[in-house]
């Protein structure tokens, strides 16, 4: 992989969630039923930023779970006898009758969205179900859209977008790479 350029320094990529966050208080009608879902890896410490502004805006705490998708994605060869477990997944609220904004970094094909998705709805009947990204970068196989995302972007097939974040990788940027 060869490394192109630095999209969004720090400051950038935290006023880009600082925004994400005031748009979903906006698009919320009830902030007492708020739960954030950041799908591993880096969704979760983009949930727990969200969780923080959302707390310095609005005064409340919204909690933040854990999901962990790996035995829901559709590229793994499993047995389709198995049912799949959630192995890694905590998520200490109950999901039935609240609004979830399921969180991740980047969203390209989207299948990634549908296994959380998956994982999601076995655990009750939340009321909605809706995703932020940090960055979309295009190339759908799948019906599924970002309802808040930080930036779009669109890339070649042949480019990778990492989003870096201090929790998980000591910094804060977004990047381009070449495949």
Known sequence: MKFKSVLYDAETLNRSIKRI?????????????????GIKTRGVPFAERLSECIEKIE??????GVLDITSYRDDLKENALTEPEISLTD????TEGKEIIL????ICTGRTVRAALSALL????AEKIKLAAIVDRGHRELPIRPDF???NIPTSKSELIKVLLSETDG?????????
Do not use: Q, W
């Not at 966050?21 to 708020?34: D, F, Q, R």
């Not at 910094?171 to 495949?179: A, F, T, V």
């Open 122 to 125: 076995k655990m009750g009947r």
């Open 103 to 106: 969180t991740d970094d980047v």
């Open 21 to 37: 966050a005031h748009e979903i208080l906006e698009h919320t009608e009830n902030p007492g039923k708020l739960c954030l879902v």
């Open 149 to 151: 995302v930080g930036k």
């Open 91 to 94: 998520i200490g609220f109950d």
């Open 59 to 64: 005064g409340i705490k919204v909690p933040v």
């Open 171 to 179: 910094k804060d940027s977004i990047e381009l790479y070449e495949k």
